[in-house]
């Protein structure tokens, strides 16, 4: 079957109306991803400022603190002492965990009082969106407090995102 003028150009015209929808949907779902990785950081930092005031009492009740904390904020909560123990932490025994003192978000926090990153934690395994603080202490001491989230409720928007733009993508080809 030979295909005539007509149709030739017509399925040009399809196919540079399909390449353009797929670049503009690559460039709109990368804003969209950055735009709601910046928004769960606003979140957690948020949520930091409002714990800070109690993460003394980390130090004194450790995990048992950090489960109640985590329930408010509906997050993984961490306090770490600034040569990077573990203090206090929701989702697993504080005293069975490595040192945090490597950790980009601690890192960060250490040298510039806040840091984030958004990496896989071999603790729970799974890519988590961090947040920690540094939290200043009575007597010149500091401790490191953590929030994290799982990107899974980051990327349950951006699939939503997803889902619209192709089907507008498709209404419109």
Do not use: C
């Not at 930092?45 to 004194?60: D, F, I, K, P, W």
């Amino acid at each position: 079957m030979r295909l005539t003028i007509l149709s030739k150009s017509v399925l040009t015209i399809a196919l540079l109306i399909a390449f353009s929808l797929t670049l503009v949907g690559l460039m709109l779902e990368r804003r969209e991803r950055a735009a709601l990785e910046v928004q769960a950081i606003g979140k957690l930092e948020a949520q930091a400022s409002l714990l800070s005031g109690e993460v003394a009492a980390a130090r004194l009740e450790g995990d048992a603190w950090a489960h109640r904390a985590a329930t408010r904020t509906k997050s993984r909560v961490t306090v770490i002492a600034p040569d990077g123990r573990v203090l206090a932490d929701s989702d697993e025994p504080s005293s069975r965990m490595d040192n945090h003192a490597t950790r980009p978000e601690v890192v960060q926090a250490l040298a510039a009082g806040r840091g984030h990153a958004i990496r896989f934690s071999r603790t729970v395994n799974r890519d988590l969106v961090y947040f920690g603080q540094v939290v200043p202490q009575p007597g010149g001491h500091h401790l490191i407090l953590r929030l994290a989230i799982p990107v899974g409720e980051i990327t349950h928007g951006f699939s939503r995102f997803r889902r619209d733009f192709l089907g507008v993508a498709l209404v419109s080809l």
